[in-house]
């Protein structure tokens, strides 16, 4: 159940299939880069672990993909940089879905982070203004 206070754009907290591509994209990411003789993966999983599961508790709003209008209007740039995602994607699947799902899980707290600056430096210029 979302909180009231938050739009529909928003999902509190990180989505569970979200986490679960994250691990995924980690896990493949790691045999791609030739990682399986490595004594530390168990912990580097683990800790990966432990932060997506705080981020899925957390009241981080992370954005709602399904308010999406695709029918509307959009720039030819969204075109072109559609083209080159997609062949990105082909030409290298395993990194690019790892960044494609890194970017989504670290969009959350730095969204976080870039508003709760504004609105502390909002209450300052306002705290400024009051006094004389």
């Known amino acids: 159940m979302q909180a009231q206070g938050v739009s529909k754009n928003h999902l509190v907290g990180l989505p569970i299939p979200a986490a679960a591509q994250m691990i995924t994209s980690t896990i493949i990411l790691y045999y791609y880069l030739g990682g399986e003789g490595s ?58 879905f790892f960044t494609i799902v890194l970017l989504y899980t670290l969009s959350g707290p730095f969204l976080w982070c870039l508003t709760t600056y504004k609105h502390r430096r909002e209450r300052r210029r306002e705290g400024a203004q009051a006094m004389p």
């Open 39 to 96: 004594p530390s993966r168990h912990l580097t999983l683990l800790l990966v672990i432990y932060g997506l599961a705080a981020l899925m508790v957390s009241n981080i709003p992370f954005f709602s993909l399904k308010n999406n209008d695709i029918k509307k209007r959009h720039p030819i740039w969204m075109l072109v940089f559609g083209f080159v995602l997609i062949t990105l994607i082909i030409a290298q699947m395993q990194i690019m």
